[in-house]
């Protein structure tokens, strides 16, 4: 038997041996391919008269074997109604035999002998279809040709199964395969994994399918598609065979039931104890019926380790034993739990009765609990011998209870227009209705009552609509990439038809006037114009839709009509075009209109000239067109000739503001937008808003209306009556010719309803739009009552519930009240920083909230006119937009209020009178199983019962919270596909409102039904908001436009009857532990087991309640209060947190609660600097405070180094500088002490030799540096990893050994000094943690420690005075004295404002100056000169145009560096003689003069410096990752060190390795030396992102002609010379970015691929490209490998392999010869990989060539396991998986010792020895690994992380 274990987890047969290419496989007869609209792919069609003369046989030659050894066979097939079909399976047993099956629904009866098994094959039928009842009630129904329903169809063959059943025989292989006609096949596979087809990957995972246990989803390449909302098993047909449950003999292949639940025998006793499913003693004529329904039943397996249970078996009647002829059938299960738009139908339930022997009860329970709330609920299957379907008994326990009424809401009216387009309107025949497009919806509004009609089916947004000529037809067409066109049967509203045109932006439709033409105009995916005419003369009988002529065109096309008087003849306009079509004999022919001097117009309309009769000469025929300069052209239709042009022009202004009428002259033109002409006038809409309608000669205008918009479309009634008028503003009404009044039927938002709110009492309806726009509607009319326009966006709006009165919150921040009765102005408030997300008014009218997107909440007064502010309180809401518009909501007694912050997981109910924090939740901790940190999206209050609080949360789920206690009191799962955008309940609390993406769900408040929710489509952008109207008899959604619907639910006697468990429990007296009980669950129990009961026998105690003076910390670390009734601010200074709880918390019960019990101020403690008011720390506004550079990943905590000189690898040299830290450069001219940083490595480089000593302590990127002016000890900080406070490390410089760790700053450290005899040793935080420390050099104890009252930008100690030290920062200069008594040291601190004569500035970095002088830097480029004595400033001068960040002195010498890269060198001996005034002097004075000496222009902001002692040569750093060295007397600079600053891409060494290149995201390539890691050149293109880079191989160049080519973001590559230091030559293979690029083994070609997944072989000396390989379309290619590998041990011709890896786990493995233009695909590698649902992105695609032995490929990817992968290509397996802690971000093979490298996300290097497994982990990167890669020779190791490049030394494992 062959291996199998690359078959593992399936073989795609037809991509095994590449049928499309005929080479493997071979066809016979009619074999076809065409694009199945269902499937949305590609399939085969065999037909054929007879089956035996059209198949497809697979392998091509009989004496060959496939070689498939899968036990499962899967054949994913439709048959041709009305035909027959074969499929001939040859499958080899023991012995080498070899045995027939077959299966057709020719064979009448199952016949066998030893070689061939024939299986008779019954078709299934589509759901409710009149084949599928004449199936259920006779088995001889569908046997024969297949029905006209047959459906898309999984079969699956258990070939070992079968074998074994019916020969015993053992299965072996699968040897060839032949389908004949007739039939329609998709692909066919096999798999040892019995697979699910209705499962998705998700649901699978849930079920705990996996394929280590046999079972799984099926692939996602044979997967059916299922369109969102819909059951798999409604769509299409899954077949098992043999069937499950029964060892009987079959006898027939059909179709079974899908319900995903196996039936087992069970006794009729019911227990309450969960027992093994036990089976009956069958009767002989039971025997004979079970036999036969389970010889055509396939329900699907329960997971291997599910064992199904039995409760609450239902008592069945049962039918006498003797009725032989019955047919026993299952129910459906159709999923049921949601229904959109449709009721389900239920047969009346048989009434029970006692059972006897003769009867057999099977009862299988769904594999999850039925109260557990589900997004598709299953079914109870019962199966007995009846007549007919039964359903389950009408008793409570076992009936299927659902919400009622079905369906609960009714699409009542739309207010909108448009969406894709507001060209599209049209009249019905009668001229009394006008069909419109809303978004995704049709609308059908008849003129006189504005009543709607609504034709539902689009997925998205409408851009076309056509009526054939006596408007019973109706097509419409949808905007995306596959234009889908819809036709409709108008009368009756049902859809006739839908079929696919492969177009993007369908943008024209035209019916013929007999309806039996469809035109549509579209762009292909070339963007070319498209026209394709259809056959629709058959559809409304039921007829299909067949293309008649397609054409594809460069001309453009604005509009295309079907003459009316000739279906064969169309018309179109465009820019500079205006042609005549034919369609002849199946083509489709055009010619142009002669329009002579008017080439140049862009054509916007064409409309024909309404003749008396359709008999009419074709000579006498006039075509009209309008172009967007305002001409208006006469075609001779017959003569395709220009008759008349002429120009609309703009009316004279005479007498005073009359307005003349218009004529056409020669005069400057309007854009005329549309014209439609009648027998008598002609209608025009133009571009400056007017509708004019003219007489034929076009003489003067008779009638214009004028709107508020461009005319986008006219339309003149069939009766001449009404014109019909569209602007581009979304109006839309009808101009009346005979009373000439105007009518407007529609008027809409142009862009998405972000908010509404609804006056109950007026029923008006206010809503706020992204166009800018408040208005007010007419619910009842959906009249446009008033339009309120701003500058700012309105973002959320609140009616006040008695009063004419609402409210409107902005981007800004503010907030207006309006009057609308007066139509004024009431109030504006401007209390909010950020944009207002959330607005509300107390149900009893008295107060009004608000909120904002950055925290702060606010309280009004709404009883007075003005609305005044009561209180704001900051830091309070969770911060983000994501919650607008209704982020507050108020409870029904206008007591409380709640929201969601301060922070995003924290729920927090207030009193609504103060604003007093009453309760806390955290619903983070809810699901202690969840990797991720759920957080709370929106919340909403029960009306009818003020103590339930519902929250809706990011995991989808929605939760009961009591308001008192800050219980869990309920659960729901998975409330939407996607996350919920609002929720609401109804007064009664009987009915729950939620909004998910574009669907609406109502749900049975209590959840105590099967089928707890309904959902309702429509919508075509997901729903900004949803809620009940007042009055509760509607409900209301926005996103696209606005829905109103009839909520239908039925009233109730009184509201005790319908009250909710929940309530009875708050409402009884007594509390006892049962009713808890009922209360903690996920939902009430309905008689089936627990898994978990919901609480202990003893009530727990709550978690995590506190009073105020044991709040934690993090609770009110972010909370400040700003009431603006109070002089004095209050302080919340966090006391200390209490202890966790000791008792075990039951799981999911209860959520984390802080109780606020008393809602006073809390007790401060004094501070000697003054109260301060706790707010979330701000960066300053200075380039010299240190950010670390943002990063997505983590440190793996558990790898462990390896020990010292035991390292496989060892750290030769650090390539760059880090340029975003802040003073992380230190330089000793006088010890020879050079020292950087890079990353967490500190880099000590001797400058005379160029090595480098690596002191490596920090896992995070060092911000700063710190030397001993002995230059002895260097100190190093770095943030710490995982939010752990920061590191110090002190270095023993002479020895490299790390001395001491010292960690106390919470955020990073800014920056470090040491005192002049060395004694002290001082670091400051950031701005988060603004606090100085001072510690002792010797021990590195902590001395003192000072908090600031701001940010600190720079320290230094005194260079006299030892105790003498100071800062600058955001709040000026601080001079400190250190104290000592005795042991004790005090650091005294005095705070002194910049002077202001510098304005409201930044203190930014400073230095000493002699022994009493001070200099300071500001971000505003000022250096102020400080008397340290004295503490006053008495000297500033300008000494730089931006923010100095750098500032040195030595001697009179002074040295500035700032972000405008200018370096300055000033002599300052002036200064001395100054004597310090009262005020500040400026140095431009005659008398202090401060002399520039010189200046240097560098290449980026300067961070840090260091000089010696005469300031005549040192060393600055750069943000730019340079350090320079200057010298000042040569007035040069000289690049020491340089880097990277941007992320760096790629890197590879050259053949010879003398060099290594990198490329970066700023477009630079560079080319460093290996053996000194210095630059040699640098190629830089501007304005691009380079994305990979390789070298020319050594075969092909010599050291004189070796290139680098390389890979940019545009598309391009260019190839650089090494020795000329120039580009030698530019090529543009690719439209999108180049993600990888390699050189073929020989030099002779160049590959490169892109991003879409196209690789281009291009030419290195012409740059022609040779070919395009289109294999991996669709997914970016993450790496190309080529290697020097004779390829005719694989049967191909060619003297070298190269391979692709694309991001779609997908591998290609080529054989070439260049030379001979010779390229074939030797072996192609998919990867299964589940879908993936990380926040960042999908772990690549990696593969290469093992240096070994090139016939081996490794790959490593996203998949199903973290692993490696050896795939042989000799045995066309894989031989060999190793095991990976994480996702490989990038790995390298060496060519010596087997040795692997692979980087992590994780920030680990592992070195793997390939042979043994061994490996090393190497923690020198502070972010995730993106490159790395072995030298040719395997002694050298370069790494990437961000722009951190760190060469290794390779010693082997």
Same mark, same amino acid.
């Given at each position: 038997?062959?291996?199998?274990?690359?078959?593992?987890?399936?073989?795609?047969?037809?991509?095994?041996?590449?049928?499309?290419?005929?080479?493997?496989?071979?066809?016979?007869?009619?074999?076809?391919?065409?694009?199945?609209?269902?499937?949305?792919?590609?399939?085969?069609?065999?037909?054929?008269?007879?089956?035996?003369?059209?198949?497809?046989?697979?392998?091509?030659?009989?004496?060959?074997?496939?070689?498939?050894?899968?036990?499962?066979?899967?054949?994913?097939?439709?048959?041709?109604?009305?035909?027959?079909?074969?499929?001939?399976?040859?499958?080899?047993?023991?012995?080498?035999?070899?045995?027939?099956?077959?299966?057709?629904?020719?064979?009448?009866?199952?016949?066998?002998?030893?070689?061939?098994?024939?299986?008779?094959?019954?078709?299934?039928?589509?759901?409710?279809?009149?084949?599928?009842?004449?199936?259920?009630?006779?088995?001889?129904?569908?046997?024969?040709?297949?029905?006209?329903?047959?459906?898309?169809?999984?079969?699956?063959?258990?070939?070992?199964?079968?074998?074994?059943?019916?020969?015993?025989?053992?299965?072996?292989?699968?040897?060839?395969?032949?389908?004949?006609?007739?039939?329609?096949?998709?692909?066919?596979?096999?798999?040892?994994?019995?697979?699910?087809?209705?499962?998705?990957?998700?649901?699978?995972?849930?079920?705990?399918?996996?394929?280590?246990?046999?079972?799984?989803?099926?692939?996602?390449?044979?997967?059916?598609?299922?369109?969102?909302?819909?059951?798999?098993?409604?769509?299409?047909?899954?077949?098992?065979?043999?069937?499950?449950?029964?060892?009987?003999?079959?006898?027939?292949?059909?179709?079974?039931?899908?319900?995903?639940?196996?039936?087992?025998?069970?006794?009729?006793?019911?227990?309450?104890?969960?027992?093994?499913?036990?089976?009956?003693?069958?009767?002989?004529?039971?025997?004979?019926?079970?036999?036969?329904?389970?010889?055509?039943?396939?329900?699907?397996?329960?997971?291997?380790?599910?064992?199904?249970?039995?409760?609450?078996?239902?008592?069945?009647?049962?039918?006498?034993?003797?009725?032989?002829?019955?047919?026993?059938?299952?129910?459906?299960?159709?999923?049921?739990?949601?229904?959109?738009?449709?009721?389900?139908?239920?047969?009346? !339930?048989?009434?029970?009765?006692?059972?006897?022997?003769?009867?057999?009860?099977?009862?299988?329970?769904?594999?999850?609990?039925?109260?557990?709330?589900?997004?598709?609920?299953?079914?109870?299957?019962?199966?007995?011998?009846?007549?007919?379907?039964?359903?389950?008994?009408?008793?409570?326990?076992?009936?299927?209870?659902?919400?009622?009424?079905?369906?609960?809401?009714?699409?009542?009216?739309?207010?909108?227009?448009?969406?894709?387009?507001?060209?599209?309107?049209?009249?019905?025949?009668?001229?009394?209705?006008?069909?419109?497009?809303?978004?995704?919806?049709?609308?059908?509004?008849?003129?006189?009552?504005?009543?709607?009609?609504?034709?539902?089916?689009?997925?998205?947004?409408?851009?076309?609509?056509?009526?054939?000529?006596?408007?019973?037809?109706?097509?419409?067409?949808?905007?995306?990439?596959?234009?889908?066109?819809?036709?409709?049967?108008?009368?009756?509203?049902?859809?006739?038809?839908?079929?696919?045109?492969?177009?993007?932006?369908?943008?024209?439709?035209?019916?013929?006037?007999?309806?039996?033409?469809?035109?549509?105009?579209?762009?292909?995916?070339?963007?070319?114009?498209?026209?394709?005419?259809?056959?629709?003369?058959?559809?409304?009988?039921?007829?299909?839709?067949?293309?008649?002529?397609?054409?594809?065109?460069?001309?453009?096309?604005?509009?295309?009509?079907?003459?009316?008087?000739?279906?064969?003849?169309?018309?179109?306009?465009?820019?500079?075009?205006?042609?005549?079509?034919?369609?002849?004999?199946?083509?489709?022919?055009?010619?142009?209109?002669?329009?002579?001097?008017?080439?140049?117009?862009?054509?916007?309309?064409?409309?024909?000239?309404?003749?008396?009769?359709?008999?009419?000469?074709?000579?006498?025929?006039?075509?009209?067109?309008?172009?967007?300069?305002?001409?208006?052209?006469?075609?001779?239709?017959?003569?395709?000739?220009?008759?008349?042009?002429?120009?609309?022009?703009?009316?004279?202004?005479?007498?005073?503001?009359?307005?003349?009428?218009?004529?056409?002259?020669?005069?400057?033109?309007?854009?005329?937008?549309?014209?439609?002409?009648?027998?008598?006038?002609?209608?025009?809409?133009?571009?400056?808003?007017?509708?004019?309608?003219?007489?034929?000669?076009?003489?003067?205008?008779?009638?214009?209306?004028?709107?508020?918009?461009?005319?986008?479309?006219?339309?003149?009634?069939?009766?001449?009556?009404?014109?019909?008028?569209?602007?581009?503003?979304?109006?839309?009404?009808?101009?009346?010719?005979?009373?000439?009044?105007?009518?407007?039927?529609?008027?809409?938002?142009?862009?998405?309803?972000?908010?509404?709110?609804?006056?109950?009492?007026?029923?008006?309806?206010?809503?706020?739009?992204?166009?800018?726009?408040?208005?007010?509607?007419?619910?009842?009319?959906?009249?446009?009552?008033?339009?309120?326009?701003?500058?700012?966006?309105?973002?959320?709006?609140?009616?006040?519930?008695?009063?004419?009165?609402?409210?409107?919150?902005?981007?800004?921040?503010?907030?207006?009240?309006?009057?609308?009765?007066?139509?004024?102005?009431?109030?504006?408030?401007?209390?909010?920083?950020?944009?207002?997300?959330?607005?509300?008014?107390?149900?009893?009218?008295?107060?009004?909230?608000?909120?904002?997107?950055?925290?702060?909440?606010?309280?009004?007064?709404?009883?007075?006119?003005?609305?005044?502010?009561?209180?704001?309180?900051?830091?309070?809401?969770?911060?983000?937009?994501?919650?607008?518009?209704?982020?507050?909501?108020?409870?029904?007694?206008?007591?409380?209020?709640?929201?969601?912050?301060?922070?995003?997981?924290?729920?927090?109910?207030?009193?609504?009178?103060?604003?007093?924090?009453?309760?806390?939740?955290?619903?983070?901790?809810?699901?202690?199983?969840?990797?991720?940190?759920?957080?709370?999206?929106?919340?909403?209050?029960?009306?009818?019962?003020?103590?339930?609080?519902?929250?809706?949360?990011?995991?989808?789920?929605?939760?009961?919270?009591?308001?008192?206690?800050?219980?869990?009191?309920?659960?729901?799962?998975?409330?939407?596909?996607?996350?919920?955008?609002?929720?609401?309940?109804?007064?009664?609390?009987?009915?729950?409102?939620?909004?998910?993406?574009?669907?609406?769900?109502?749900?049975?408040?209590?959840?105590?039904?099967?089928?707890?929710?309904?959902?309702?489509?429509?919508?075509?952008?997901?729903?900004?908001?949803?809620?009940?109207?007042?009055?509760?008899?509607?409900?209301?959604?926005?996103?696209?436009?606005?829905?109103?619907?009839?909520?239908?639910?039925?009233?109730?006697?009184?509201?005790?009857?319908?009250?909710?468990?929940?309530?009875?429990?708050?409402?009884?007296?007594?509390?006892?532990?049962?009713?808890?009980?009922?209360?903690?669950?996920?939902?009430?129990?309905?008689?089936?087991?627990?898994?978990?009961?919901?609480?202990?026998?003893?009530?727990?105690?709550?978690?995590?309640?506190?009073?105020?003076?044991?709040?934690?910390?993090?609770?009110?670390?972010?909370?400040?209060?700003?009431?603006?009734?109070?002089?004095?601010?209050?302080?919340?200074?966090?006391?200390?947190?209490?202890?966790? !709880?000791?008792?075990?918390?039951?799981?999911?019960?209860?959520?984390?609660?802080?109780?606020?019990?008393?809602?006073?101020?809390?007790?401060?403690?004094?501070?000697?600097?003054?109260?301060?008011?706790?707010?979330?720390?701000?960066?300053?506004?200075?380039?010299?405070?240190?950010?670390?550079?943002?990063?997505?990943?983590?440190?793996?905590?558990?790898?462990?180094?390896?020990?010292?000189?035991?390292?496989?690898?060892?750290?030769?040299?650090?390539?760059?500088?880090?340029?975003?830290?802040?003073?992380?450069?230190?330089?000793?001219?006088?010890?020879?002490?050079?020292?950087?940083?890079?990353?967490?490595?500190?880099?000590?480089?001797?400058?005379?030799?160029?090595?480098?000593?690596?002191?490596?302590?920090?896992?995070?990127?060092?911000?700063?540096?710190?030397?001993?002016?002995?230059?002895?000890?260097?100190?190093?900080?770095?943030?710490?990893?995982?939010?752990?406070?920061?590191?110090?490390?002190?270095?023993?410089?002479?020895?490299?050994?790390?001395?001491?760790?010292?960690?106390?700053?919470?955020?990073?450290?800014?920056?470090?000094?040491?005192?002049?005899?060395?004694?002290?040793?001082?670091?400051?935080?950031?701005?988060?943690?603004?606090?100085?420390?001072?510690?002792?050099?010797?021990?590195?104890?902590?001395?003192?420690?000072?908090?600031?009252?701001?940010?600190?930008?720079?320290?230094?100690?005194?260079?006299?005075?030892?105790?003498?030290?100071?800062?600058?920062?955001?709040?000026?200069?601080?001079?400190?004295?250190?104290?000592?008594?005795?042991?004790?040291?005090?650091?005294?601190?005095?705070?002194?404002?910049?002077?202001?004569?510098?304005?409201?500035?930044?203190?930014?970095?400073?230095?000493?100056?002699?022994?009493?002088?001070?200099?300071?830097?500001?971000?505003?480029?000022?250096?102020?000169?400080?008397?340290?004595?004295?503490?006053?400033?008495?000297?500033?001068?300008?000494?730089?145009?931006?923010?100095?960040?750098?500032?040195?002195?030595?001697?009179?010498?002074?040295?500035?560096?700032?972000?405008?890269?200018?370096?300055?060198?000033?002599?300052?001996?002036?200064?001395?003689?100054?004597?310090?005034?009262?005020?500040?002097?400026?140095?431009?004075?005659?008398?202090?003069?401060?002399?520039?000496?010189?200046?240097?222009?560098?290449?980026?902001?300067?961070?840090?410096?260091?000089?010696?002692?005469?300031?005549?040569?040192?060393?600055?750093?750069?943000?730019?990752?340079?350090?320079?060295?200057?010298?000042?007397?040569?007035?040069?600079?000289?690049?020491?060190?340089?880097?990277?600053?941007?992320?760096?891409?790629?890197?590879?060494?050259?053949?010879?390795?003398?060099?290594?290149?990198?490329?970066?995201?700023?477009?630079?390539?560079?080319?460093?030396?290996?053996?000194?890691?210095?630059?040699?050149?640098?190629?830089?293109?501007?304005?691009?992102?380079?994305?990979?880079?390789?070298?020319?191989?050594?075969?092909?160049?010599?050291?004189?002609?070796?290139?680098?080519?390389?890979?940019?973001?545009?598309?391009?590559?260019?190839?650089?010379?090494?020795?000329?230091?120039?580009?030698?030559?530019?090529?543009?293979?690719?439209?999108?970015?180049?993600?990888?690029?390699?050189?073929?083994?020989?030099?002779?070609?160049?590959?490169?691929?892109?991003?879409?997944?196209?690789?281009?072989?291009?030419?290195?000396?012409?740059?022609?490209?040779?070919?395009?390989?289109?294999?991996?379309?669709?997914?970016?290619?993450?790496?190309?490998?080529?290697?020097?590998?004779?390829?005719?041990?694989?049967?191909?011709?060619?003297?070298?392999?190269?391979?692709?890896?694309?991001?779609?786990?997908?591998?290609?493995?080529?054989?070439?010869?260049?030379?001979?233009?010779?390229?074939?695909?030797?072996?192609?590698?998919?990867?299964?990989?589940?879908?993936?649902?990380?926040?960042?992105?999908?772990?690549?695609?990696?593969?290469?060539?093992?240096?070994?032995?090139?016939?081996?490929?490794?790959?490593?990817?996203?998949?199903?396991?973290?692993?490696?992968?050896?795939?042989?290509?000799?045995?066309?397996?894989?031989?060999?998986?190793?095991?990976?802690?994480?996702?490989?971000?990038?790995?390298?093979?060496?060519?010596?010792?087997?040795?692997?490298?692979?980087?992590?996300?994780?920030?680990?290097?592992?070195?793997?020895?390939?042979?043994?497994?061994?490996?090393?982990?190497?923690?020198?990167?502070?972010?995730?690994?993106?490159?790395?890669?072995?030298?040719?020779?395997?002694?050298?190791?370069?790494?990437?992380?961000?722009?951190?490049?760190?060469?290794?030394?390779?010693?082997?494992?």
């Amino acid at each position: 038997m062959a291996s199998k274990g690359w078959q593992h987890p399936y073989v795609n047969i037809f991509k095994h041996v590449r049928v499309e290419d005929w080479k493997r496989s071979a066809k016979e007869g009619d074999v076809s391919t065409y694009t199945n609209k269902t499937l949305k792919c590609s399939v085969f069609q065999i037909r054929g008269p007879a089956p035996a003369n059209s198949y497809i046989l697979v392998p091509k030659n009989i004496n060959q074997s496939l070689g498939l050894t899968g036990r499962y066979f899967y054949l994913l097939f439709r048959p041709i109604p009305g035909k027959y079909f074969v499929v001939h399976l040859d499958v080899s047993v023991e012995e080498g035999r070899v045995v027939r099956i077959s299966f057709s629904n020719m064979f009448k009866e199952f016949k066998s002998t030893a070689t061939w098994l024939q299986f008779p094959f019954l078709c299934g039928a589509a759901k409710d279809s009149v084949y599928e009842s004449t199936a259920k009630s006779a088995r001889h129904g569908l046997v024969g040709p297949a029905p006209t329903s047959v459906r898309w169809t999984c079969l699956m063959l258990d070939l070992q199964y079968t074998l074994n059943d019916y020969l015993n025989r053992s299965y072996s292989e699968l040897k060839s395969i032949k389908l004949c006609a007739n039939m329609a096949v998709k692909n066919m596979f096999t798999s040892d994994l019995l697979l699910n087809p209705g499962v998705s990957f998700g649901e699978a995972k849930r079920m705990g399918l996996a394929s280590s246990q046999g079972t799984g989803h099926m692939p996602r390449d044979m997967s059916f598609p299922v369109p969102k909302g819909s059951s798999w098993h409604d769509r299409y047909d899954y077949i098992r065979f043999p069937s499950e449950g029964t060892k009987l003999p079959f006898d027939s292949i059909q179709k079974g039931n899908p319900s995903p639940s196996k039936a087992r025998c069970v006794t009729n006793q019911r227990s309450p104890i969960r027992e093994e499913a036990l089976c009956v003693d069958l009767s002989k004529p039971v025997q004979d019926r079970v036999s036969l329904i389970q010889q055509i039943t396939t329900p699907r397996p329960l997971p291997s380790y599910q064992a199904p249970f039995v409760t609450n078996i239902p008592e069945l009647g049962v039918v006498p034993n003797h009725e032989k002829g019955d047919w026993l059938c299952c129910d459906d299960g159709k999923p049921q739990q949601e229904s959109i738009f449709s009721s389900s139908h239920r047969l009346p !339930s048989r009434p029970s009765g006692d059972s006897d022997d003769g009867g057999v009860h099977v009862y299988v329970h769904p594999e999850d609990d039925f109260n557990k709330s589900r997004e598709e609920s299953e079914e109870e299957i019962v199966c007995t011998p009846v007549p007919h379907p039964l359903h389950l008994s009408s008793s409570k326990e076992a009936r299927q209870q659902k919400l009622l009424p079905d369906p609960i809401l009714g699409l009542n009216r739309i207010i909108g227009f448009g969406g894709a387009t507001t060209k599209c309107a049209l009249w019905t025949k009668s001229g009394d209705v006008v069909v419109y497009p809303c978004h995704a919806i049709i609308v059908s509004m008849k003129i006189s009552s504005n009543k709607q009609r609504f034709f539902i089916g689009h997925t998205d947004k409408i851009s076309a609509l056509a009526f054939n000529g006596n408007t019973t037809l109706l097509a419409s067409a949808q905007t995306g990439n596959h234009s889908v066109v819809r036709v409709w049967n108008y009368h009756k509203g049902n859809c006739l038809a839908m079929f696919r045109i492969h177009a993007h932006s369908l943008s024209s439709l035209s019916f013929s006037n007999g309806g039996s033409i469809l035109c549509g105009v579209g762009k292909d995916s070339h963007s070319k114009t498209m026209v394709v005419v259809w056959n629709t003369i058959s559809v409304s009988k039921g007829g299909e839709v067949t293309i008649l002529a397609k054409a594809h065109t460069d001309v453009d096309i604005q509009t295309m009509k079907v003459a009316f008087f000739d279906d064969t003849r169309m018309v179109s306009c465009g820019r500079d075009n205006i042609r005549l079509w034919r369609l002849r004999n199946g083509t489709l022919r055009s010619c142009p209109v002669n329009l002579g001097d008017y080439q140049s117009m862009d054509f916007s309309d064409v409309a024909f000239e309404e003749g008396d009769s359709l008999n009419q000469c074709l000579d006498d025929r006039t075509l009209y067109a309008s172009s967007r300069s305002g001409y208006i052209f006469e075609i001779n239709y017959s003569t395709v000739e220009v008759k008349n042009v002429r120009r609309l022009s703009p009316a004279q202004q005479q007498h005073a503001n009359r307005r003349e009428k218009l004529t056409f002259n020669t005069g400057p033109g309007i854009a005329i937008n549309s014209i439609s002409v009648s027998s008598s006038f002609c209608a025009t809409g133009s571009e400056d808003g007017f509708l004019r309608l003219w007489p034929l000669d076009f003489s003067a205008v008779f009638l214009e209306a004028e709107h508020e918009g461009p005319v986008s479309l006219v339309s003149v009634s069939p009766d001449s009556l009404q014109v019909l008028a569209a602007t581009s503003t979304g109006n839309l009404g009808y101009l009346d010719v005979s009373s000439r009044g105007y009518n407007t039927l529609m008027r809409s938002h142009t862009d998405s309803v972000l908010g509404f709110s609804v006056d109950g009492i007026r029923r008006h309806l206010t809503t706020a739009s992204s166009d800018g726009t408040v208005r007010i509607w007419n619910m009842d009319t959906l009249h446009q009552l008033y339009d309120f326009v701003s500058e700012d966006s309105p973002c959320s709006v609140a009616f006040h519930p008695s009063e004419q009165i609402f409210s409107c919150g902005f981007s800004s921040g503010i907030v207006r009240v309006f009057d609308i009765s007066s139509a004024k102005l009431l109030a504006e408030h401007n209390e909010h920083r950020g944009e207002v997300v959330g607005l509300a008014f107390s149900p009893d009218g008295e107060f009004m909230y608000s909120a904002d997107s950055q925290g702060t909440l606010a309280l009004y007064n709404a009883s007075e006119e003005d609305h005044n502010v009561i209180r704001a309180v900051c830091n309070v809401m969770a911060r983000g937009t994501e919650r607008a518009p209704d982020a507050l909501t108020v409870s029904s007694d206008s007591r409380c209020l709640a929201f969601v912050g301060p922070s995003e997981y924290i729920v927090t109910i207030a009193d609504s009178q103060s604003l007093d924090e009453l309760l806390r939740v955290d619903v983070s901790i809810l699901d202690v199983e969840s990797p991720r940190l759920d957080s709370a999206l929106k919340v909403c209050f029960s009306p009818a019962s003020t103590e339930h609080l519902l929250v809706a949360t990011s995991a989808n789920k929605i939760i009961w919270v009591s308001t008192k206690t800050g219980r869990l009191l309920r659960e729901v799962s998975k409330v939407h596909k996607h996350q919920c955008s609002s929720l609401a309940v109804s007064e009664d609390s009987r009915f729950l409102l939620t909004a998910g993406h574009n669907a609406v769900k109502v749900w049975d408040y209590n959840m105590e039904l099967h089928i707890n929710s309904q959902m309702f489509i429509g919508h075509s952008q997901p729903i900004s908001q949803v809620s009940f109207t007042p009055d509760q008899l509607g409900v209301v959604s926005v996103g696209d436009a606005i829905f109103l619907w009839d909520f239908l639910a039925h009233p109730v006697a009184s509201l005790s009857e319908s009250s909710s468990p929940l309530r009875e429990s708050h409402i009884s007296a007594p509390y006892s532990v049962q009713q808890e009980a009922e209360l903690s669950g996920v939902q009430l129990s309905n008689g089936i087991p627990r898994q978990t009961a919901p609480v202990p026998s003893s009530p727990p105690p709550r978690l995590g309640v506190s009073t105020p003076d044991q709040v934690d910390k993090r609770g009110f670390g972010d909370l400040s209060i700003c009431d603006n009734t109070l002089t004095n601010s209050t302080n919340t200074v966090p006391g200390t947190g209490s202890g966790p !709880s000791s008792v075990p918390r039951p799981a999911s019960s209860f959520l984390k609660v802080t109780e606020l019990v008393s809602t006073s101020p809390l007790n401060t403690s004094h501070m000697d600097t003054g109260e301060l008011q706790k707010k979330k720390p701000v960066r300053p506004d200075c380039y010299r405070h240190f950010l670390p550079r943002f990063k997505t990943s983590t440190l793996d905590q558990a790898a462990v180094a390896p020990q010292p000189d035991e390292e496989g690898i060892k750290l030769k040299a650090v390539i760059g500088y880090n340029g975003n830290g802040r003073g992380n450069m230190v330089w000793s001219p006088d010890q020879g002490l050079f020292a950087y940083s890079c990353g967490c490595v500190v880099v000590v480089e001797y400058l005379h030799t160029g090595s480098q000593r690596h002191l490596q302590g920090h896992s995070e990127e060092i911000s700063c540096l710190a030397v001993t002016h002995d230059s002895q000890t260097v100190a190093s900080a770095a943030g710490g990893s995982n939010g752990s406070r920061s590191l110090i490390c002190i270095w023993d410089v002479h020895n490299g050994t790390c001395r001491n760790t010292m960690s106390y700053h919470r955020g990073t450290v800014q920056s470090m000094a040491f005192s002049r005899d060395d004694r002290y040793f001082l670091s400051a935080g950031d701005f988060s943690d603004p606090e100085i420390v001072l510690w002792s050099s010797k021990t590195f104890q902590l001395l003192s420690r000072v908090s600031l009252s701001g940010p600190i930008h720079d320290v230094a100690f005194s260079p006299s005075a030892a105790s003498q030290l100071a800062c600058v920062g955001s709040q000026g200069a601080y001079f400190c004295l250190i104290h000592t008594h005795s042991m004790d040291v005090d650091l005294k601190v005095q705070r002194v404002k910049a002077p202001a004569e510098v304005g409201d500035v930044e203190l930014t970095a400073l230095c000493y100056h002699m022994d009493s002088f001070l200099f300071t830097a500001t971000n505003r480029g000022h250096v102020c000169v400080w008397d340290v004595q004295t503490q006053r400033c008495f000297m500033t001068w300008e000494a730089d145009e931006g923010e100095i960040g750098v500032l040195l002195c030595q001697g009179n010498r002074l040295l500035t560096g700032s972000n405008t890269r200018c370096l300055r060198l000033w002599e300052v001996e002036a200064v001395q003689g100054v004597r310090p005034r009262e005020k500040a002097c400026n140095a431009g004075d005659s008398s202090t003069n401060v002399v520039l000496e010189q200046e240097i222009m560098l290449d980026g902001t300067m961070v840090s410096a260091a000089f010696d002692s005469t300031m005549d040569m040192g060393i600055v750093g750069t943000t730019a990752g340079t350090l320079w060295y200057i010298n000042w007397p040569d007035n040069s600079s000289i690049r020491l060190v340089s880097g990277h600053k941007s992320k760096v891409n790629d890197v590879v060494f050259s053949s010879d390795e003398e060099h290594f290149a990198t490329c970066s995201e700023d477009g630079s390539v560079r080319v460093w030396s290996a053996p000194t890691n210095e630059l040699v050149v640098q190629f830089q293109v501007l304005n691009q992102a380079c994305g990979c880079v390789c070298w020319s191989p050594s075969a092909s160049s010599s050291k004189d002609s070796a290139c680098v080519a390389a890979g940019y973001s545009d598309g391009t590559l260019r190839i650089f010379r090494l020795a000329s230091s120039e580009m030698e030559l530019k090529l543009h293979p690719h439209h999108v970015a180049v993600t990888a690029i390699q050189y073929s083994a020989n030099g002779h070609v160049i590959l490169s691929a892109g991003k879409n997944g196209l690789v281009a072989v291009s030419s290195p000396v012409n740059g022609a490209t040779i070919r395009v390989i289109r294999d991996h379309k669709g997914a970016p290619i993450t790496s190309i490998q080529c290697v020097n590998e004779q390829c005719k041990s694989f049967g191909l011709e060619g003297d070298e392999m190269w391979l692709a890896a694309s991001a779609d786990q997908r591998v290609s493995v080529w054989a070439a010869d260049w030379l001979k233009d010779k390229c074939s695909l030797l072996d192609w590698l998919t990867f299964p990989a589940p879908t993936y649902f990380g926040d960042d992105g999908k772990p690549p695609s990696l593969a290469a060539f093992c240096p070994a032995d090139p016939g081996l490929v490794v790959y490593t990817g996203y998949g199903v396991e973290k692993e490696l992968s050896f795939y042989s290509l000799t045995k066309k397996q894989i031989i060999k998986k190793m095991a990976l802690p994480h996702w490989a971000t990038c790995f390298s093979l060496s060519c010596k010792s087997q040795l692997l490298a692979i980087g992590s996300k994780e920030r680990v290097l592992k070195l793997i020895k390939s042979t043994s497994g061994r490996f090393q982990d190497f923690l020198q990167h502070s972010d995730s690994l993106q490159k790395c890669h072995f030298s040719p020779s395997g002694s050298l190791l370069v790494t990437v992380a961000y722009n951190e490049i760190l060469l290794w030394e390779v010693q082997g494992l």
